[in-house]
């Protein structure tokens, strides 16, 4: 192999972040009409109160300082969102009584993705020193169709700004410490370090996984810059520190996940699975949804998880092997892993609860594959076969996005490609139900909740969803035996029973005025039965 050429002229490389931009952007662009997500995007964002609209008071936005979400304490994100939320506020809802334009939350989104690939093409052409590489290496990183979950589902706009500081703040430290930049001054190399550290806890109120930025950095530092491990670990130090505070408060805030942990023999086997789903995924981005269903109590029963846990020792041990020709494919797998490695499966985090893996996980770690990709496109000449090969992936990665994008147009779009992808998992079929129930097709709605419910018992979604719809049919006999199941369920949650009595007094209510005085008191005598288990007053919130 030749190695292609290291200097391309000055306009040509001025001209390459613009062409980045717009492809991107074309590719992506299908996302400014999708819709919103049913999965987060309603409770979080379009029909969280206080977001409609936006005040800057303790009981509205500034309320996320203070507190954590459901599950971490991520203010910076909200206040992004707030933002959005204020410029795209209307005071005529729309039919599903929401006053946001989803528009700009997408265009948003689109904007901080394009971001973030100039942000990997900056530092890849930093690594590689050859632009058109690098080029490649961004194009593979921007064009993905892993890309298309974070891009497309507007909550995974926290994954967007997070992954947007985190490339900042590598490109930041490898600015500063990188030995080749000879002509930088002191001073420069200073301000590059301080506002890279900056950047840490700043990206961690964005969303905790800003904490692999500094892995990320080390591991380029330590296995393409400079070999020497003390000067990396002294110039990493500070950044780890950085971070060290917003770790202890998001371990002190974030939830129980309500699993039983993994084993730790096990784990290893969670671990290698996860990263050969991950290395899978992008070597042949198909069949992709927001829930794999990969939930660590069903996956460790099946005997193909654990031989594809094998797979990543394998490559490790043949880079190994060969790691004088390829330090650079080892680096970038180091990249990877440091950027998944708060959902490996080390320790157990909520999402787990559906599934251990998802395509917004991805961010940034893209990154050390693009490393990759763009290493190897430097080690061929560029010749008319080498563009028309590039040129041809690309397009192929392009098509796949667009066709994925597709799959997150609507609710019922989402739905369907999670059950495609993943039939035993109960989102999806709830999903569906909600879909097919909004339709007035009852008996496939029931079907779909039936389903859901029968996967995942646990989840209370599909049962209140029955309960509901039996209520809406005049079922009051199976509306009132879901309400019971979803008692036994939150027996010891007096919060929970209380919100139950409030259904069932509503179910009374529009009983009354349909005439229904039977069903009436039936509801009634069962609110009396829940009346009691309910000793507190439910909380306030979103």
């Known amino acids: 192999m030749k190695t292609g050429p290291t200097v391309q002229p000055a306009s040509h490389v001025k001209a390459i972040p613009w062409i980045i931009a717009l492809v991107v952007a074309v590719a992506f662009g299908r996302v400014l009409n999708n819709g919103a997500a049913p999965v987060d995007d309603g409770i979080v964002i379009f029909l969280n109160p206080r ?85 490649i290496g961004a194009l593979f990183y921007g064009l993905h169709p892993l890309q298309v979950e974070a ?52 990206g961690m109120l964005f969303k ?150 998802a395509d917004h996980y991805i961010l940034p770690a893209m990154l050390g594959p693009a490393i990759a990709v763009a290493w190897i496109a430097s080690r061929f000449q560029a010749t008319l076969t080498y563009y028309l090969t590039i040129s041809a992936v690309l397009l192929i990665l392009t098509m796949l996005t667009v066709i994925q994008l597709g799959r997150w147009h609507t609710e019922a779009d989402i739905a369907r490609q999670m059950v495609a992808v993943a039939p035993t998992g109960a989102p999806g079929h709830g999903i569906l139900g909600e879909v097919f129930a909004a339709q007035d097709n009852w008996k496939i709605a029931e079907q779909e909740f039936l389903i859901a419910q029968k996967l995942r018992p646990d989840l209370t979604v599909a049962t209140d969803s029955l309960a509901r719809m039996y209520a809406d049919q005049h079922r009051t006999t199976d509306a009132i035996s879901e309400l019971r199941i979803l008692a036994s369920i939150f027996h010891d949650n007096p919060q ?8 069932a007094e509503l179910f009374a209510t529009l009983a009354d005025r349909r005439g229904a005085k039977a069903d009436a008191d039936l509801y009634r005598k069962l609110a009396r039965q829940l009346s009691t288990s309910s000793t507190t007053e439910p909380t306030t919130g979103p």
């Open 151 to 202: 891009v497309s589902w507007v909550t995974g706009i926290r994954d967007l700004l997070c992954a947007t500081v985190s490339l900042a703040s590598i490109l930041l430290y490898l600015a500063a410490v990188d030995p080749r930049q000879r002509q930088s001054s002191a001073r420069k190399r200073r301000i590059c370090y301080i506002s890279g550290l900056i950047l840490i806890p700043i």
């Open 208 to 357: 905790p996984t800003a904490i692999t930025a500094p892995l990320i950095a080390a591991v380029i530092d330590r296995m393409i810059l400079r070999p020497s491990t003390r000067q990396v670990a002294r110039s990493i130090g500070p950044y780890l520190l950085a971070a060290l505070p917003l770790v202890i408060v998001t371990k002190l805030v974030q939830p129980h996940v309500g699993l039983e942990p993994t084993p730790l023999w096990q784990r290893p086997v969670l671990i290698g699975a996860t990263v050969a789903f991950y290395l899978g995924k992008l070597s042949w981005p198909t069949r992709l949804a927001y829930d794999y269903a990969w939930r660590p109590q069903i996956m460790l029963q099946k005997a193909w998880f654990w031989w594809i846990s094998l797979v990543p020792v394998i490559l490790g041990i043949i880079l190994w092997m060969t790691r004088r020709k390829s330090m650079w494919i080892i680096a970038s797998l180091a990249v990877l892993l440091c950027g998944l490695l708060p959902v490996l499966g080390f320790v157990s985090f909520p999402f787990q609860n559906y599934s251990t893996v």
């Open 496 to 503: 929970e029973m209380k919100n139950l009595n409030h259904l």
């Open 51 to 135: 977001f409609n609209p936006p005040r800057w008071t303790d009981d509205s936005v500034l309320w996320y300082w203070k507190h954590a979400d459901p599950h971490l304490y991520i203010p910076l994100s909200y206040m992004a969102i707030a933002v959005l939320a204020k410029c795209s506020y209307v005071p005529d809802a729309d039919q599903a009584a929401v006053h946001l334009d989803v528009r700009l939350f997408h265009a948003a989104s689109l904007l901080l993705h394009i971001a973030n690939t100039l942000l990997a093409y900056a530092i890849i052409k930093r690594l590689l020193r050859q632009p058109v590489a690098a080029a």
